[in-house]
């Protein structure tokens, strides 16, 4: 099953050691736990363990160029050690695991069954929601903020209002299968673009769109999905399971698949960079070499750039510059790769 590919990237650790100065466009993808990274005005944050600390312990922290990460604290008198009953900037244990998300100048974080609002620069850390089944995925509107929930007996697509959270969900959309879930949710064009993972035998990825307001909804594409869609000039960039790879398609207004980017051995993992579009060819434990291949506007291949074997997901890119997780023996660092003197693989 495709996702269980997916979720190998949520191993990779979540350090940091610095950050370029001018950063790109981080687009929070929900579950991958190394692509937690928020941007509020020029200020890019993350959940990261406190050096030397072990444990399963995070924080929240300020990336600035050429120095420590700085923990951000809400709290007077805060040593950043104390246990804390919310999901807060001090104490944020899974946060990363469920997504980082900036909206306007607040972040909102999920522990996987709570969505906390906080602002970097002061103020006691607000729970807006509050759940019991397995939060999986969230966006932050401008009217509402809309989520994905499985419980016991299935689950489905909610929207409560944003200034009023405490009101009860409105079913978006629902799921027909206890075991299925939704492991992705993006807004593009108006509609809320989700990838259902469906867990019945010979079950599949499905791209569902609905509405903000949820007064639509419709299955867009059949086996079709990804933990990003990426939209070209050429249509909507999305992932497709075959019986024994995967391939990166373009998906046109109907749906249907229109053209075949590349194929891949392993889940691909799609990431916007300007108006292009990045495709590594995915996270295989262990990795001897993998590639990053470059398309153009139009769904193009214009290069390949080769990635080091240790590094995660990729966390985000603009036109020139893709960025990376890696491990080393040194421990875990923030990777910069020049696209555009990046060594050919």
């Known amino acids: 099953m495709c996702i269980r590919k997916i979720l190998c990237a ?30 509020v005005g020029k200020a890019l944050y993350a959940f990261l363990p406190k050096t030397g600390e072990a444990g399963p312990r995070t924080y929240l922290c300020e990336l600035r160029q050429g120095q420590a990460p700085r923990p951000v604290c809400n709290r007077a008198g805060c040593a950043h050690m104390e246990q804390s009953a919310l999901v807060d900037p001090c104490n944020a244990y899974a946060a990363a695991g469920r997504g980082l998300l900036a ?9 996987g069954r709570r969505i906390v609002r906080y602002d970097p620069e002061g103020g006691a850390p607000e729970v807006v929601l509050e759940t019991e089944g397995n939060l999986r995925c969230f966006l932050v509107l401008e009217e509402a903020i809309v989520f994905s929930l499985q419980g016991a ?24 299968g206890a075991g299925s879930y939704i492991g992705c949710a993006q807004l593009l064009d108006g509609w809320i673009y989700l990838t259902e993972v469906r867990m019945d035998p010979g079950g599949q990825m499905n791209l569902v769109r609905v509405r903000p307001d949820g007064s639509a909804c419709e299955v867009f594409a059949e086996n079709a999905g990804g933990h990003c869609l990426v939209p070209l000039e050429g249509g909507l960039a999305a992932v497709r399971q075959g019986e024994t790879d995967y391939e990166v398609v373009l998906l046109a207004e109907s749906g249907q698949a229109v053209h075949t980017l590349c194929t891949t051995e392993t889940y691909p993992l799609l990431c916007p960079a300007g108006d292009s579009l990045l495709v590594d060819e995915g996270l295989a434990f262990p990795a001897a070499e993998r590639a990053l291949w470059r398309y153009d506007a139009a769904g193009e291949l214009v290069g390949t750039a080769a990635v080091p074997a240790a590094c995660g997901a990729p966390l985000g890119a603009d036109a020139e510059t893709v960025y990376y997780w890696e491990e080393t023996d040194a421990g875990p660092n923030l990777v910069r790769i020049d696209l555009a003197k990046a060594a050919e693989r």
Do not use: K, M, N
């Not at 697509?157 to 027909?176: I, K, W």
């Open 103 to 111: 909206a306007g100048d607040a972040l909102y974080a999920s522990d």
């Open 153 to 176: 007996e299935g689950g489905g697509f909610y929207s409560v209002p944003r200034d009023s959270a405490g009101e009860a969900p409105v079913p978006l959309y629902e799921l027909d």
């Open 10 to 39: 949520a191993l990779c650790a979540l350090l940091l050691t610095g950050c370029a100065q001018a950063g790109p466009a981080f687009i929070p993808h929900g579950y991958l736990a190394d692509e937690s990274v928020a941007q």
